[in-house]
């Protein structure tokens, strides 16, 4: 009996190579440019939106926290498990702030590229009009549903978002406080 694991990318495989066999090699890069638009800008905003969260924001609050009798810094965990402690939630506070100010930014760029992929395989019969470029994606969405339609799904990618931002750059910053020792 074959495992769904092998069945699942034998599946794969043989999508990949039709659309090869479909469009060439070149299909394969096909979402790139939407790709980039969308994570350029985040990873711009993220990486210097965290610095500015972290420096402004949570390094004084923790700091006056840990000052503060009964404090982080008073607790029975001691000074030095006190300072990594308040280091991890400097970092995952200001890694999901500072991702949920990037994905509300680039969200039409998201919605614009998932609405570029569907329009891909929408149905022949259905009245969808395909846009060829990312410009003309935002500007029907625009004119059809407003500047709303450019943040349709914001709240489910915050979800998403603001988690993944603050585990990564903790275990980013925790990894990188243990393997510096």
Known sequence: MQSSATHDFATVMRGVSAEINNGGLRTLWRGLVPTLWRDVPFSAVYWFGYEQW????????????DASPGGVGHSELGVL???????????????ASSGVVAAALTNPFDVAKTRRQIERHASPKSNTVQHTTLTRVVRHIVATEGVRGL???????LMKVAPSCAIMI????LGKSVFSK
Do not use: H, I, N, Q
């Open 151 to 157: 943040y349709v799904g914001l709240a489910p990618r």
């Open 170 to 173: 903790s275990s980013y910053e």
């Open 81 to 95: 498990r006190s300072d990594v402690l308040a280091r991890l939630a400097t970092a995952f506070c200001s890694g």
């Open 54 to 65: 972290k420096e402004r924001v949570y390094e004084p609050m923790f700091a006056a926290m």
